[in-house]
């Protein structure tokens, strides 16, 4: 039985060492727009702990919530954490993570973030199997985070004979 009431993924939320850095790489290199801003949070009982599984005296400097095209919103922390800062997960430690923003054209865009000095890893890779059609290439936020471009303007080969597809930021309703 599916969660009562699921509709799908509302925001994604990570931590980020400088908020004000992450802001204007969101709304000045992706075009997200920032929403609205909230912090700081502190808490002197175990509220930290036992609602955010995080060391009760971390402080939440700051949050912001952008709306970035078709598409789940994000929430982006700036936190002080009471017992250090950890690295960057790769995709390869648990909680390892990326998020794929879907673009019409991917050369067009992998071309701009170029030209706005982003570090795109490696080149983009045409997908073969059931994702057959879509291309895609990472790229790193100045923090160190990865994300990825994503297109498949003709879909993917799984489409052919899936009685489910994915859901697609240039067909929302489909």
Known sequence: M???????????????????????????????ERVYQLGP???????????LGVHPRSVMRRLSFYRCGFGPNFEVFEWEPADGRRPQPRNSDIGGHHIALYVDDLDTAVAYLRGQGVRILGEPVESRGASKGQRWVYFLAPWGMQFELVSFPHGKAYEADSPVTLWHPADPAR
């Open 2 to 32: 599916p969660l009562p009431g699921l509709r799908g993924a509302e925001h994604i939320g990570f931590t980020v060492p400088d908020l004000d850095e992450a802001d204007a790489f969101l709304t000045g290199v992706l075009g997200c």
């Open 41 to 51: 949070f502190v808490h002197d009982d175990e509220w930290m702990r036992t609602q």
